[in-house]
């Protein structure tokens, strides 16, 4: 069998389980097992397949058939400009996230050895971009799960961060640690209804924990918000994701700690995303 072969019937497979983007998940899948990237699989697609090949791949294929999203079947994840590594109980960098990273570095364009915080750092994927981008800047993450911070740390390593960052395993509740000229966070923002219209791929396989937020979807933020208000420095900038339909109370808890709010920023589907305040 061929790649383009093998390629086709992956497509129909998942294609039949009603999998979004099977074309591109089929050819990544393939990448995995080949160890090659997609570039290879254009300029080799007549190269013939070994029996070895072609049972992995289709392992793979059948994996992802059941759901299960292509990050934790390769247990990796672009996000910005860098691969990041995950595992089942991370949660997936969301592209949409990029604008938190974007924002950061036009905020901070003139700034040097800023000391930043990532509340719920995950796979560190918002952290460790912008330390990549910003040389001289210090960073902190915090994270509940025991899995993200040791996903984290391996990501830093990987990304030779390691001396600049510091990972902590904790509730922010009770974190005391350092004060900070920016913090940022991602915090579970789903209303428990909600969870009811997730796609099967991030009901069934995501950490319910890092998407949670309780009945109305703001019981972490609200946490976040208050601890955050203690760790910031003054005139410190918090950046905070949201759910589109949360930002006139999320507003409201800020203002409510001290915070003005600066800007709403939105997301590329034109939906609001993230909140960015300062501490006044």
């Given at each position: 069998?061929?790649?383009?072969?093998?390629?086709?019937?992956?497509?129909?497979?998942?294609?039949?389980?009603?999998?979004?983007?099977?074309?591109?998940?089929?050819?990544?899948?393939?990448?995995?097992?080949?160890?090659?990237?997609?570039?290879?699989?254009?300029?080799?697609?007549?190269?013939?397949?070994?029996?070895?090949?072609?049972?992995?791949?289709?392992?793979?294929i059948e994996v992802r058939s059941l759901g299960k999203?292509?990050?934790?079947?390769?247990?990796?994840?672009?996000?910005?400009?860098?691969?990041?590594?995950?595992?089942?109980?991370?949660?997936?960098?969301?592209?949409?996230?990029?604008?938190?990273?974007?924002?950061?570095?036009?905020?901070?364009?003139?700034?040097?050895?800023?000391?930043?915080?990532?509340?719920?750092?995950?796979?560190?994927?918002?952290?460790?971009?912008?330390?990549?981008?910003?040389?001289?800047?210090?960073?902190?993450?915090?994270?509940?799960?025991?899995?993200?911070?040791?996903?984290?740390?391996?990501?830093?390593?990987?990304?030779?961060?390691?001396?600049?960052?510091?990972?902590?395993?904790?509730?922010?509740?009770?974190?005391?640690?350092?004060?900070?000229?920016?913090?940022?966070?991602?915090?579970?923002?789903?209303?428990?209804?909600?969870?009811?219209?997730?796609?099967?791929?991030?009901?069934?396989?995501?950490?319910?924990?890092?998407?949670?937020?309780?009945?109305?979807?703001?019981?972490?933020?609200?946490?976040?918000?208050?601890?955050?208000?203690?760790?910031?420095?003054?005139?410190?900038?918090?950046?905070?994701?949201?759910?589109?339909?949360?930002?006139?109370?999320?507003?409201?808890?800020?203002?409510?700690?001290?915070?003005?709010?600066?800007?709403?920023?939105?997301?590329?589907?034109?939906?609001?995303?993230?909140?960015?305040?300062?501490?006044?």
């Open positions: 069998m061929r790649i383009y072969e093998a390629i086709s019937k992956g497509v129909k497979k998942l294609k039949e389980c009603n999998i979004d983007n099977p074309y591109l998940d089929s050819e990544i899948l393939m990448s995995q097992v080949l160890k090659k990237d997609r570039k290879y699989l254009i300029l080799n697609i007549k190269k013939k397949l070994c029996i070895n090949i072609i049972k992995k791949y289709f392992d793979l999203p292509v990050a934790y079947i390769t247990g990796k994840k672009e996000f910005w400009n860098y691969e990041f590594k995950v595992k089942d109980g991370v949660l997936i960098p969301r592209p949409e996230t990029e604008v938190i990273i974007d924002q950061v570095l036009k905020l901070t364009v003139n700034k040097t050895k800023l000391n930043i915080l990532d509340i719920g750092v995950g796979s560190g994927c918002i952290l460790l971009s912008i330390l990549k981008e910003k040389r001289e800047f210090l960073g902190t993450g915090v994270d509940i799960s025991k899995r993200c911070i040791e996903i984290s740390y391996l990501n830093s390593r990987n990304m030779n961060l390691k001396n600049r960052v510091k990972f902590f395993k904790t509730d922010i509740d009770n974190f005391n640690y350092g004060k900070y000229d920016l913090i940022i966070s991602n915090p579970p923002y789903l209303k428990k209804l909600d969870f009811k219209y997730l796609d099967k791929d991030v009901a069934n396989f995501e950490p319910k924990i890092a998407l949670d937020g309780g009945i109305e979807g703001l019981s972490v933020i609200r946490k976040t918000i208050k601890k955050s208000s203690e760790l910031i420095k003054k005139n410190g900038l918090f950046i905070l994701e949201i759910a589109f339909d949360q930002k006139n109370k999320v507003k409201n808890l800020l203002r409510n700690k001290g915070f003005y709010i600066n800007k709403i920023l939105k997301d590329f589907a034109n939906k609001d995303r993230c909140i960015i305040s300062r501490k006044i």
